[in-house]
C-alpha cells in the first residue's frame, strides 16, 4: 500500500465522518421543525388555562405555525439557492431558537401566537435546506436513498414524537418547556453546522427574492384554510364562509400570475412541472400530506375524549406509531426500493394505510387499547413508512441543481398545505354534535373513513409517476 493509498483512505474515512455529522445535524433541525407542529397539541389546554385563550382562540397556537410554515417554505427552498446552503441553515436555526424562546417566555395570548408564527417562518427556512443540504452532500443513488430514508424517518418520528414530548414536558415540567427544549437543540445545531457543513458559493448574481409571491401564497392559503375551517360552524353558505374561500382562490390566483409574469426569481420555476415526477409527485404528495398529517389530530382527540387518556398516556400510546413508521421507513424502504418499481411502494403502502384507517374507524369508547389504537397503528404505520421515501424521492429526482431548493421547498409546502387544508375540510367534514363520548367518536371515525377513501387515491395516483428504482 503506498503513502497515496493511505492518505486516500484518511481522506475518505474523514469525509465519510464528516457526511454523517451533516446527515445528524439536519435531521436534528428537520425534527425540530415537525416536532412543532405538534407538541403543543397536548400542552393545548394548559396554555389556555395559563394565558387566557378562548375555546376558539387557542386553534391559533397550531395554525400560527402551520400557515406561516407552509406559506414561506416556498421563499425558505429559494434561499438556499441565492445565499448558499449553510448560511441559510443558520440563519433558520436562529430565528426557530430565537422565537422558540420568545414563545417559552410569552405572557399573553398575542405574543405566543406571534412567536408561533415567527417560529413557523424559521421553521420555512429549515425545512427545505435540510434536505437540500442532503441531496448536496450525498451522491444520486443508494447513499442518497439512505440519507433520505433517515431523513424521512426522523420527521415521522418528529411528528409522532411530539405528543410524546408535549406530554411528558407538560406533566412533569410546564407547557412552556414544549418551546424552551428547541433552543439548547438550536444552539448545538448552529455550532456542529459551521464546522461541518461545507461552505458553497452562490452565484454573484442575485436577483431580488419573491417577496410579493410569498405574501400572496401565505395569504392565499392562510384564507382559504380560515374559510374552510369556518364552514364547520357557520355552514357552506354562511358569507363569512363564501368571502374567505373566494378571497383565498383570488389570492392564489395572483401569486399564479405574479410567478408566471413578473416574478425575476419565481418561488415555483413552472419548468418544474414540466418534469413528470414533480409534477405527478406533488400531487401525491398533497393527497398523502391531507391524510398523514390530520390523522395526528384526531387521534389525539379519540384518545382523550373517548378512551379517557391523561396527556402522558396519549403520548406514550403514539410510541409504536413512531416505532413501526421508523423502522419500515429506515431498515425495509431502502432495500425494496433497489428491488422494486417506487410506485409499487408507494400504492402497496397506501393501500396498507387506507386498511389501518378503515380499522381506526371502527374505535368505540370501550375499546382496548390494543383493538382500537395499536391493530390500526401498525398497519398504517407500515403503510406510511413504505410510501413516504419513495414519494420524498421521485419528488427531487429528474431537477437541475440551481432548482434543487425550489424543488424542495414546493414538495415541503406540498405536503404542508396538504396537511392545513385536508384538516380545515376534515374538521368540516366530521364536527361532533355533542360531547358526549358516543357522539364523539362517531364524528372521528368520520373522518378516519375519510381518510381511508382519500389513500385509496393516492395509491391510483402512484400510476402516473415514472417507473424508477434505484440502481447500487
Known amino acids: 500500500m503506498t503513502q497515496r493509498d493511505v492518505r486516500d483512505g484518511i481522506a475518505i474515512e474523514k469525509r465519510s465522518g464528516a457526511s454523517g455529522i451533516v446527515l445528524a445535524v439536519a435531521c436534528a433541525a428537520q425534527f425540530m421543525v415537525v416536532l412543532d407542529i405538534s407538541v403543543v397539541n397536548v400542552a393545548l389546554p394548559s396554555i389556555r388555562d395559563a394565558l387566557g385563550f378562548d375555546e376558539a382562540g387557542q386553534q391559533w397556537v397550531v395554525n400560527a405555525y402551520a400557515l406561516t410554515f407552509a406559506g414561506f417554505l416556498l421563499l425558505g427552498g429559494r434561499l438556499a439557492d441565492l445565499y448558499g446552503r449553510r448560511r441559510v441553515f443558520v440563519w433558520g436555526l436562529v430565528l426557530f431558537a430565537g422565537a422558540s424562546l420568545a414563545g417559552g417566555l410569552a405572557d399573553s395570548p398575542f405574543l405566543l401566537v406571534a412567536a408561533r408564527a415567527v417560529q413557523g417562518l424559521g421553521a420555512a427556512v429549515l425545512a427545505p435546506v435540510t434536505l437540500t443540504i442532503l441531496t448536496a452532500t450525498f451522491p444520486q443513488g443508494p447513499a442518497r436513498t439512505r440519507a433520505l430514508a433517515t431523513w424521512t424517518a426522523v420527521g415521522i418520528a418528529g411528528g409522532t414524537a411530539g405528543n410524546l414530548v408535549g406530554g411528558v414536558l407538560t406533566e412533569y415540567l410546564s407547557w412552556r418547556s414544549t418551546l424552551l427544549i428547541n433552543v439548547p437543540i438550536g444552539i448545538a445545531a448552529v455550532l456542529l453546522s459551521i464546522r461541518y457543513v461545507a461552505v458553497d458559493r452562490p452565484g454573484m448574481v442575485r436577483p431580488s427574492l419573491d417577496i410579493l409571491g410569498a405574501v400572496l401564497a401565505t395569504g392565499g392559503l392562510g384564507v382559504l ?56 409527485g406533488n400531487v401525491t404528495m398533497l393527497l398523502a400530506g391531507a391524510c398523514l398529517n390530520p390523522m395526528w389530530f384526531f387521534l389525539t382527540l379519540s384518545m382523550q375524549n373517548v378512551l379517557g387518556y391523561s396527556p402522558l398516556q396519549t403520548g406514550l400510546a403514539f410510541l409504536p406509531h413512531t416505532v413501526v413508521a421508523i423502522l419500515i421507513g429506515v431498515r425495509a424502504t431502502p432495500w425494496l426500493m433497489r428491488r422494486v418499481d417506487g410506485r409499487v411502494l408507494i400504492a402497496v403502502g397506501s393501500l396498507l394505510a387506507a386498511a389501518g384507517f378503515w380499522w381506526q374507524a371502527q374505535l368505540s369508547p370501550g375499546s382496548s387499547y390494543l383493538a382500537g389504537i395499536l391493530g390500526p397503528a401498525v398497519i398504517f404505520s407500515i403503510g406510511s413508512g413504505l410510501l413516504n421515501t419513495p414519494i420524498t424521492t421521485a419528488v427531487t429526482s429528474g431537477v437541475a441543481t440551481e432548482d434543487a431548493g425550489a424543488a424542495s421547498g414546493l414538495m415541503n409546502t406540498t405536503k404542508q398545505v396538504g396537511g392545513a387544508l385536508g384538516l380545515a375540510a376534515l374538521v368540516t367534514f366530521a364536527t361532533p354534535h355533542g360531547t358526549v363520548p358516543t357522539v364523539l367518536v362517531e364524528a372521528y371515525n368520520r373522518a378516519f373513513y375519510a381518510i381511508a377513501a382519500i389513500m385509496v387515491v393516492v395509491a391510483v395516483s402512484a400510476i402516473a409517476l415514472p417507473a424508477g428504482r434505484d440502481r447500487d
Open 225 to 280: 384554510a380560515f374559510g374552510i375551517a369556518e364552514a364547520a360552524d357557520s355552514g357552506w353558505s354562511a358569507p363569512t364562509t363564501i368571502v374567505s374561500v373566494v378571497l383565498g382562490l383570488v389570492l392564489l390566483g395572483a401569486f399564479v400570475v405574479v410567478e408566471a409574469r413578473w416574478a425575476a426569481l419565481p418561488l415555483i420555476p413552472l419548468r418544474l412541472f414540466a418534469i413528470r415526477s414533480v409534477s405527478m
